[in-house]
Nanobody
Framework: QVQLVESGGGLVQAGGSLTLSCAASGRTWGSYAMGWFRQAPGKEREFVAIIRWDDNTTYYRDAVKGRFAISRDNAKDTMYLQMNSLKAEDTAVYYC????????????????WGQGTRVTVTA
């Protein structure tokens, strides 16, 4: 089992920055990939970014390319999401997730999920 705990959410003005963290514990060795997803009010949860653990390969949804950066620290079993130039439409609950399966942005590929951290971007 893998336990994931997100932190770093909060209230920020448009154009500002936030860094989210996801701390993993339990069976973290050999984790294939981890990702960030988000769910805006009244909308379905959507993919944001993914990072492959062995070679740092990353992939982003188009709406966040150039503004968000996913990274990880193996020694700390922690993943990060640096969010810059935030927009009101980035307002959502952000979830981290881990998979031992395919490198895929599809939610069913992820077996482990955190509880989420809320990000609110004000105009």
């Amino acid at each position: 089992q893998v336990q994931l705990v997100e932190s770093g959410g909060g209230l920020v003005q448009a154009g500002g920055s936030l860094t989210l963290s996801c701390a993993a514990s339990g069976r973290t060795w050999g984790s294939y990939a981890m990702g960030w997803f988000r769910q805006a009010p009244g909308k379905e949860r959507e993919f944001v970014a993914i990072i492959r653990w062995d070679d740092n390969t990353t992939y982003y949804r188009d709406a966040v390319k150039g503004r968000f950066a996913i990274s990880r620290d193996n020694a700390k079993d922690t993943m990060y999401l640096q969010m810059n130039s935030l927009k009101a439409e980035d307002t959502a609950v952000y979830y981290c997730a881990a998979t031992y399966g395919n490198f895929s942005p599809r939610q069913p590929a992820f077996a482990y999920w955190g509880q989420g951290t809320r990000v609110t971007v004000t105009a």
